[in-house]
């Protein structure tokens, strides 16, 4: 996938909360300054248009969707918090690790991410009751239990587009389906 805006994050390793913020924040700044774009270093609700350069503390799913839209043609920059991890996002967007400095690694298994993109289809409706959440629960009953994990493929969709919403059905439906 190809995303119309440039990613970086730090994942909720063992880098202190302060510290992740500022190298957040300083990509954020760096990209403002190099893109000329306008930096967010707050997520405001409502729309703020598009082109900026976006930094996102500890976002759930709803703020990231967000950040999305704000940092179409931009720069977007996370930090990871436990209660919703980004990993299959980071995946996803090839997210620059920044404490690494390396582009993050895309382990999915070619199963996985062909399931990803099938169960992106069934999104229409949010995976609502019917067609959608009958393809998606049968899709994701099929994955070897390897392939079964929520955090990438719920991170993977968010990247795609799927809102808060949406994901969290998502990840009702796979509980049911890995039962």
């Not at 996102?56 to 709803?62: L, T």
Request: hydrophobic fraction near 45%; include cysteine.
């Amino acid at each position: 996938m190809s995303v119309a805006y440039r990613t970086a994050w730090v994942p909720n390793d063992l880098t202190p909360r302060n510290d992740a913020a500022d190298l957040a924040a300083a990509w954020v700044l760096d990209q403002a300054r190099t893109h000329a774009l306008q930096p967010l270093l707050r997520l405001v609700e409502g729309h703020p248009g598009r082109g900026h350069a976006v930094l996102a503390v500890q976002p759930d799913y709803h703020d990231v969707c967000t950040a999305i839209q704000a940092a179409r043609f931009g720069a977007f920059a996370a930090v990871e918090s436990g209660g919703t991890p980004l990993i299959g996002w980071a995946m996803e967007t090839r997210a620059l690790d920044l404490t690494t400095g390396e582009v993050t690694a895309d382990t999915r298994s070619a199963a996985l991410r062909e399931a990803i993109a099938r169960i992106h289809f069934f999104d229409n409706n949010g995976w609502t009751r019917g067609f959608g959440a009958d393809g998606a629960k049968r899709i994701l009953g099929d994955l070897r239990p390897s392939d079964r994990d929520k955090d990438v493929i719920l991170g993977s969709l968010c990247a795609l587009g799927s809102r808060a919403n949406a994901l969290r059905r998502l990840g009702d439906l796979a509980e049911r389906a890995w039962k």
